[in-house]
Each structure stands twice: as C-alpha cells, then as structure tokens.
C-alpha cells in the first residue's frame, strides 16, 4: 500500500473482531510514533500500551466514542469492543506543542495500523481523572 492510497483510505473504525493485536504490530505502531517529527525534538510523548483483559475492561467504560456519528457505532463489552488501548502520555508541564506533537504521533500509529490490516480510533473523548 502506498502512503496516498493510505491517507485516502484508511478510516476510523469503531468495532472489533475480538481477536488479540500481535505484539509485534503494536511494537510498530509505537515505533511508528516514535519516529514521527515532534516540535523542537523535545520527544516528550510516552507511550502506554494497555492490553491486560482486566485492565481494558476497566478503562472502557471511561471511553465515549463518537456518540454524533449516525448511525451510532459505539462497541460493547465483550463482542465489538477493543481489547487493548494505546495511552499517548505527557507531562503536565510539557511545552504547549505537545498537542500538535500527539496528533503527529497517532496519526503515525492509526496509518502502522491501517497497513496491517488492524483497525482503530483516536479517542479524545476519556475520563482522565479516573484514569490517572
């Protein structure tokens, strides 16, 4: 696949087989992140990966997913849900280009996916409190 052909075609998916992601293409992903360009190369995202069953069940009631788009797409437990999440993490006193550097990153990571066949959705939309 070609970048044009990827940047044209690769779209938000929002429910999942259930089947586990290889490790070795959330390794890529995250590389794929870590290489992207970043602000000044202050490098200053850090990378979570979430992938424990009982750890995921546990964040994803703090997920919102797109409840605007229609008809409505949102997974549940246990048959369309994800089964793991890549926190994209930073100081809080990070330089105020984090956000451009973020979005830099997990749009390296949605493309790795789409390449590999794997489907995913950048959420913004989390319960941060709980979560920390």
Known sequence: MNIQEALKNRRTVRLYQQKNVPDSDLADMIDAARVTSCASNLQQLRYIVIRDA??????????????????????????TAPRCFIAVIASATANQVIYADAGAAIQSMQLMAWSKGLGCCWLGSIQRDQLK
């Open 54 to 79: 009982k750890l995921v069940k546990e964040i994803f009631p703090l997920t919102a997913w797109a409840n605007l788009v229609q008809p409505r797409r949102t997974p549940e437990w246990g048959i």
